[in-house]
């Protein structure tokens, strides 16, 4: 079945240092790739999405590629801020009704 | 921005007991799901909802669930009788068109508590 794995947390980093939270899928078909990011004590916003190979992704200094060869989504930003302190998840979309398969979620620490 | 509603942000529930949680989808989303997210875990779907009639359904999604749209609003959660594993976070989501490209998006969500 389908499934998405993410790399394990907590990572901890300091301000304005480079981040990558790698994400791998296993799906069939041509599926919608997502990340959505949980703020302490809030819902899960979207924070950027991909929906066919090759596309990039991207929002607020984040960036994520859909890589078709390597079933690879890997979230990245150049320089992390304090507020970038979250819990990330990617997430996949295969079908209509699109419902949403979660990774386990990488918690983000970033120290000033 | 619309956004998505959910009430009560927090329920306290004795075993066996019933509970409805309560969501507002965005006004023109014709697609509305449940998810939950029990602590320290991945968030798991639970149902997707169209047309006034469940689209899909994962296994956790038991005879003890159910969902219902009783107004032209409001998109709610029973759990018949609660046990002690229901304790987790319950996100609701919508989104416009249902498509694998579509955005959905999550409400706050409601955390359920069940002693």
């Known amino acids: 079945g389908n499934s998405v794995t993410q790399m394990e947390g907590p990572v901890t980093l300091s301000e304005e240092a480079f981040l990558t939270i790698n994400c791998t899928y296993t799906a069939t078909g041509y599926p919608s790739l997502f990340w959505y990011v949980q703020y302490p004590g809030e819902g899960l916003q979207l924070l950027l999405k991909a929906t066919k190979a090759d596309d990039k992704g991207s929002n607020k200094g984040f960036e994520a590629t859909y890589r078709k060869e390597t079933t690879s989504f890997h979230l990245e930003k150049g320089s992390v801020q304090v507020s970038d302190s979250a819990v990330y998840f990617c997430a996949l979309s295969a079908h209509q009704g699109g419902k949403l398969i979660f990774g386990q979620g990488t918690e983000l620490s970033v120290k000033p | 921005e619309p956004e998505v509603t959910q009430t009560p942000s927090h329920q306290v529930t004795q075993m066996g007991q019933e509970v409805i949680l309560r969501c507002v989808p965005i006004s023109n989303h014709l697609y509305f799901y449940w998810y939950r997210q029990i602590l320290g875990q991945k968030v798991e779907f639970l149902v997707s909802f169209y047309n006034n009639e469940i689209s899909e359904k994962s296994e956790i999604f038991d005879d003890q669930f159910s969902v219902e749209r009783p107004d032209g609003s409001n998109f709610t959660l029973k759990i018949r009788s609660t046990k002690l594993e229901d304790s987790a976070m319950y996100f609701c989501?919508?989104?416009?068109?249902?498509?694998?490209?579509?955005?959905?998006?999550f409400g706050p969500g409601t955390r359920l508590t069940v002693l």
């Open positions: 989501a919508s989104s416009e068109q249902g498509g694998h490209t579509d955005t959905q998006y």
